[in-house]
């Protein structure tokens, strides 16, 4: 079945830096696409980041492009996000996925959702 599992949120200030984990278990998903996912109190979930199987490409939100680096080690069963200059609108738990494809993700391609990990921004 396999499981995805979202460590290093946490509370920061306003310019602060976190990286995110999303360890990977029970299965491989080298040959999936995986992203990265957001949802804020009172808000739907949102897509963030995501990168193919190979993290040759990536794509990013707007409103996190430039500030955030989603990457992958599928040595390490690990994905990745490096979240820069994080604004009070960042505030979310977030989610890792995994993909039914290789190339791309999104909500309804999503196979494998992990638990979330909460990221709090102070102004």
């Known amino acids: 079945q396999g499981q995805l599992v979202e460590s290093g949120g946490g509370l920061v200030q306003a310019g602060d830096s976190l990286r995110l984990s999303c360890a990977i278990s029970?299965?491989?998903?080298?040959?999936?696409?995986m992203g990265w996912f957001r949802q804020a109190a009172g808000k739907e979930r949102e897509f963030v980041a995501s990168?193919?199987?190979?993290?040759?490409?990536?794509r990013y939100a707007d409103s996190v492009k430039g500030r955030f680096t989603i990457s992958r080690d599928n040595a390490k069963n690990t994905l990745y996000l490096q979240m820069n200059s994080l604004e009070p609108e960042d505030t979310a738990v977030y989610f890792c996925?995994?993909?039914?494809?290789?190339?791309?993700?999104?909500?309804?391609?999503?196979?494998?959702w992990g638990q979330g990990t909460t990221v709090t921004v102070s102004s």
């Open positions: 996925a995994a993909s039914r494809h290789s190339a791309a993700i999104s909500s309804n391609t999503v196979t494998r």
């Open positions: 029970g299965r491989t998903f080298s040959n999936n696409a």
């Open positions: 990168t193919d199987w190979r993290g040759g490409t990536v």
